[in-house]
């Protein structure tokens, strides 16, 4: 239990690289938006939800009615409910308490790491999720405070490059996956169809649309014929 525990902590300090300044984003956006530094850290406390704070907190700052906030976020976060049923059969020797906790911390490289390391042939014990899981969560709320309380020295993140962080983090996971059959098809399938939908239709629905269009593909292609074996 202790080396899953202590295995799962040093598969964060990569990951961190990336959450850590997209953290110190959402703090000083979230500051620049009305909130208080309290309220910011808090925030990141219960929800712990990355992108779809940063579309909540934008759209918090335009007076936007709450049920389209609502389902702003449920746009952008609806891929955990793909991500969820992935790692389900991983979880359900967990106890209830330790379920709830996990699927609390389902995030992006969550679900990326449980996966990679269920297809190597090693066990997703729940010390392993919590160390990777909770280095990850503590780190976000201790970064969003120090975003939120330096917001304003930061100034504009495009000049610090900041902003591209976050899509190069999510290019990392998708070609973590470029081994699997008809991966080119899928992404590209999932590409082309979030960028029409973004022109057509609009963020923050674009992604949704693109990760549904990528799964169809998923589903409709079938997987390549295994080798015969001499």
Known sequence: MRA????????????????????????????????????????SATLFAGASQLVGIELFGHNVPAWLIVLSVFAVNFRHILYSAAVGPFLSRFTFPQQAASFFLL???????????????????????????????????????????????????????????????????????????????????????SVLAHIYVGSPWHVSIGAAVGIVVAAALPPKAPEASE
């Open 107 to 193: 995030t992006d490289p969550q679900f990326a790491l449980a996966l990679a390391r269920d297809e190597s042939g090693k066990k997703v014990t729940f010390a392993w999720y919590m160390g990777f899981g909770l280095a990850l969560y503590v780190a976000w709320v201790g970064t969003t405070a120090i975003g939120a309380y330096f917001g304003r020295l930061i100034g504009n993140m495009e000049t610090w490059g900041i902003d591209v962080l976050l899509p190069v983090y999510f290019m990392g996971l998708l070609l973590g996956f470029r081994k699997r059959d008809n991966f080119a098809l899928v992404a590209a399938a999932s590409a082309l169809s």
């Open 4 to 43: 899953d525990l202590v295995e799962g902590l040093r598969q964060a300090p990569p990951v961190l690289m990336s959450t850590i300044p997209f953290a110190l984003l959402f703090g000083a956006v979230a500051v620049g938006n009305g909130l208080t530094v309290a309220e910011a850290t808090l925030m």
